[in-house]
C-alpha cells in the first residue's frame, strides 16, 4: 500500500533524528479550537470533544504526533474508562478531522495520511496515556501560514452511558462529576528532513467539571516520549 510503505520511510527518519527548537505553539480547548478550558461534561451527553490544535507554524512537515495524559484524583472512574474492556469502551472517537470544527480551524495534514490512534489504561496509576500519531502520503502536506490556526487532533467522547454517583454495572459508568485532567504530555512535528521537533505548549491541558481546577491541573505530568521510532512497529500491525 502506498500510504504505508511512505509511512513507514517517514518513521525510519524518525529513528535517528535529532529533536531541536520548536516552530508554532500546540495546545488543548474543548469543542472548538479556541474553546473553553474547562467543560460541563452532563450524564447522557455526546459530542463533548478534546481538540488539540497549532498556531505559528511556519515550516513543511511530514507527520506529527500529539499524546496527553488523563486522570482523575483517586484514579479515572468508569465514566471515562473508554480503554479496552472498560465500561464506556467502544465510545470514545478519536480523529484527525472535523467537517464542522474545520470550517474555521484548517486540519494541519491535508491529503492522505494514516493514524496511530491510542487510549491506554494503566491500573496502577488509574491514568491514561493516549497517543495520537499522523503521517501523510503527500508532502508537503501543505504550505503552512503562521496566522492559520490548524487542527491537530480530536478526542471526541461520547457520555450515553456515563453517570453521576455509583456506575450501575450493565446500564450506567460512574464518576462522571469527579474531576478530570487533560493535559499534554508530548507533542512533536517531522520536517521535510525527518527531524522530530517539539512544539511549545501553551495551553496545555483542560479540565472536565472542575471549573475551579481543584484538581491542579496539568500538576506534574510526566514526558512520555512516544518518538517516531518507538511508534514504528504499531503502523505496522
Not at 19 to 47: F, P
Not at 67 to 96: E, K, Q, Y
Not at 140 to 152: D, G, M, Q, V
Not at 158 to 173: H, M
Request: overall charge neutral; glycine content about 12%; some cysteine.
Amino acid at each position: 500500500m502506498k500510504v504505508t510503505r511512505f509511512l513507514l520511510s517517514v518513521l525510519l527518519l524518525g529513528v535517528t533524528a535529532t529533536i531541536s527548537s520548536a516552530d508554532g505553539v500546540a495546545g488543548l480547548s474543548w469543542q472548538t479550537c479556541t474553546g473553553a478550558v474547562d467543560r460541563a461534561v452532563a450524564a447522557g451527553s455526546t459530542g463533548n470533544k478534546v481538540i488539540a490544535s497549532v498556531l505559528g507554524q511556519t515550516q513543511a512537515h511530514q507527520a506529527y504526533q500529539v499524546n496527553i495524559t488523563v486522570g482523575s484524583p483517586g484514579g479515572l472512574r468508569d465514566a471515562w474508562r473508554f480503554d479496552a474492556g472498560g465500561c464506556n469502551d467502544g465510545f470514545l472517537t478519536m480523529t484527525h478531522t472535523d467537517a464542522i470544527v474545520n470550517k474555521t480551524c484548517p486540519g494541519f495534514q491535508g491529503g492522505e495520511g494514516l493514524q496511530i490512534k491510542k487510549w491506554n489504561y494503566d491500573p496502577l496509576t488509574g491514568k491514561v496515556l493516549s497517543i495520537f500519531a499522523n503521517a501523510y502520503a503527500q508532502t508537503p502536506a501543505l504550505t503552512p501560514n503562521p496566522a492559520t490556526r490548524y487542527f491537530l487532533a480530536e478526542w471526541n467522547f461520547d457520555q450515553t452511558f456515563g453517570a453521576v454517583g455509583p456506575s450501575d454495572p450493565g446500564a450506567t459508568c460512574g464518576g462522571l462529576e469527579v474531576p478530570v485532567c487533560f493535559a499534554v504530555s508530548w507533542a512533536t512535528w517531522l520536517d521535510m528532513q525527518g527531524n522530530e521537533i517539539p512544539w511549545t505548549v501553551g495551553q496545555s491541558y483542560v479540565t472536565s467539571n472542575d471549573a475551579a481546577n481543584s484538581s491542579h491541573c496539568p500538576g506534574s505530568v510526566p514526558v512520555q516520549p512516544k518518538t517516531w521510532g518507538s511508534l514504528k512497529s504499531q503502523y505496522r500491525n
